[in-house]
């Protein structure tokens, strides 16, 4: 189908009545131009954060298929709203959960995956030339029940239906004016970026820029969906992620910081074939994704493993570790919360000693001990104490030179 655009609008732009009132005239607007508009939308403002809240208060672990039953209820309220709103304005229009409108997922409550889109209904609706308002972050199993694909899925549900659809364009409405070279709100001074790499972006959303969903982006790089991230407050014209040449240059393109990890530590591990399997195979096996690890030098036949892994994972992580360490005869867990990811990110970085030199002399300056370093072709992550990150970054950001860009790329 032709001239299909999808727009997903996050928490604060659907944050209340009156910002959904707006958001259905913008909507409209594109419609009017002759647009098949199929429209995702978040939960309104803080919901989702209430609603767990609200679990905690009942059952201190909720069961996760639970869990989603209610966390998806966030999304149904703004996607009728928004789709009684745009009635409103005289426009033909039907809201839709993720279910209705064929989003089938793999049974992993609470991080589900999307394993097909099912677009009869979506294109049937599309032909009687309705808008489509879609709940965001959620899908069906195939027992029917709802899951939801993890905090920030909205994202991910809006570029899986421009991939579905071969939309020409997925717009992400956001509260700020699209990708900075680090979170603006943290670093007054950020650049904003007209265009990022999908590689480049991927590696900014994982490493913790929350601006964008990993998986949104991945999807994205995967379907060549052009991707374009602005703010629904001011309308400017955002920062578009899609392919990007920049030939040999080492360009730092930002930083990012992850304050939601922790550490976990495995104390003197029997130094044999077949440890590291057994434990990384047990976390797999309950999903847990495992980030940066790395093992000691060996001393007496043992040595010690660690790994990170995301705070919402740490407390089964760390049961599964405790009964494999009895099981592989290592000494003890602990683990540690106060820990954070601060990583650069920019093309061609594994050539260049000079990024590694000014990032470690940077925390070095800064009297900062890190506790891990690892990178990969586009980037470099260290791991640090929470209690410093925050002036780690702004002081990065700094000596990278990313302030005052105006659209330019930071060269090394
Ligand atoms: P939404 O509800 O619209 O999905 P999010 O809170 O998930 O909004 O994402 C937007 C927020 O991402 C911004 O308010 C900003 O604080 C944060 N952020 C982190 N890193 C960046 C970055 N590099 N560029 C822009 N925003 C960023
Ligand atoms: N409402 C969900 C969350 O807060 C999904 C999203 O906003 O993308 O995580
Ligand atoms: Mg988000």
């Given at each position: 189908m032709d001239n299909v655009l999808v727009q997903k609008y996050g928490g604060t732009s659907v944050g209340s009545t009156k910002k959904i009132k707006r958001i259905a005239q913008n909507i409209v607007r594109n419609k009017k131009n002759g647009l098949k508009v199929v429209v995702v939308v978040s939960a309104m403002g803080n919901t989702t954060n209430e609603l767990i809240s609200k679990a905690l208060e009942v059952n201190k672990q909720p069961p996760s298929r639970e869990l989603d039953?209610?966390?998806?209820?966030?999304?149904?309220?703004?996607?009728?709203?928004?789709?009684?709103?745009?009635?409103?304005?005289?426009?033909?229009?039907?809201?839709?959960?993720?279910?209705?409108?064929?989003?089938?997922?793999?049974?992993?409550?609470?991080?589900?995956?999307?394993?097909?889109?099912?677009?009869?209904?979506?294109?049937?609706?599309?032909?009687?030339?309705?808008?489509?308002?879609?709940?965001?972050?959620?899908?069906?199993?195939?027992?029917?029940?709802?899951?939801?694909?993890?905090?920030?899925?909205?994202?991910?549900?809006?570029?899986?239906?421009?991939?579905?659809?071969?939309?020409?364009?997925?717009?992400?409405?956001?509260?700020?004016?699209?990708?900075?070279?680090?979170?603006?709100?943290?670093?007054?001074?950020?650049?904003?970026?007209?265009?990022?790499?999908?590689?480049?972006?991927?590696?900014?959303?994982?490493?913790?820029?929350?601006?964008?969903?990993?998986?949104?982006?991945?999807?994205a790089r995967k379907f060549k969906v052009p991707l374009v991230v602005k703010s629904s407050f001011t309308m400017n014209k955002g920062t578009i992620v899609t392919e990007v040449d920049t030939m040999e240059k080492v360009v730092v393109r930002g930083l990012a910081l992850d304050q939601e990890i922790a550490k976990i530590s495995i104390l003197e591990v029997p130094d044999k074939p077949g440890i590291a399997y057994k434990l990384f195979a047990e976390l797999a096996k309950n999903n847990i994704g495992v980030d940066i690890i790395i093992q000691n030098i060996n001393r007496n036949s043992v040595n010690d493993i660690s790994f990170t892994v995301k705070i919402d994972d740490l407390d089964e992580a760390v049961e599964i570790s405790e009964k494999i360490v009895s099981e592989i005869g290592a000494k003890k867990v602990i683990y540690d919360k106060a820990v954070s990811k601060l990583s650069v990110v920019g093309a061609g970085i594994s050539g260049s000693a000079e990024v590694a030199s000014i990032f470690f002399k940077s925390l070095y300056e800064l009297g900062i001990n890190i506790q891990t370093i690892s990178s990969s072709q586009i980037k470099i992550s260290c791991i640090i104490e929470t209690d410093k990150a925050l002036k780690a970054l702004t002081y990065l950001h700094d000596k990278f030179h990313l302030s005052g860009l105006n659209g330019e790329d930071a060269v090394i």
């Open positions: 039953m209610l966390l998806a209820t966030g999304e149904q309220v703004s996607i009728s709203l928004l789709a009684m709103a745009i009635k409103s304005l005289g426009h033909d229009v039907i809201s839709l959960t993720g279910g209705q409108c064929g989003i089938l997922t793999d049974g992993n409550h609470k991080k589900a995956k999307i394993t097909e889109i099912k677009t009869d209904r979506l294109l049937s609706e599309l032909e009687q030339d309705k808008i489509i308002i879609v709940a965001g972050f959620q899908g069906i199993d195939n027992c029917n029940d709802i899951t939801t694909l993890g905090r920030g899925g909205s994202d991910t549900t809006a570029v899986a239906l421009a991939a579905a659809l071969k939309a020409d364009m997925c717009e992400i409405y956001t509260d700020v004016d699209g990708v900075y070279t680090t979170d603006p709100r943290i670093v007054q001074n950020a650049s904003l970026i007209d265009k990022i790499s999908y590689d480049e972006m991927l590696e900014l959303a994982s490493l913790g820029s929350s601006v964008l969903h990993p998986r949104s982006v991945e999807l």
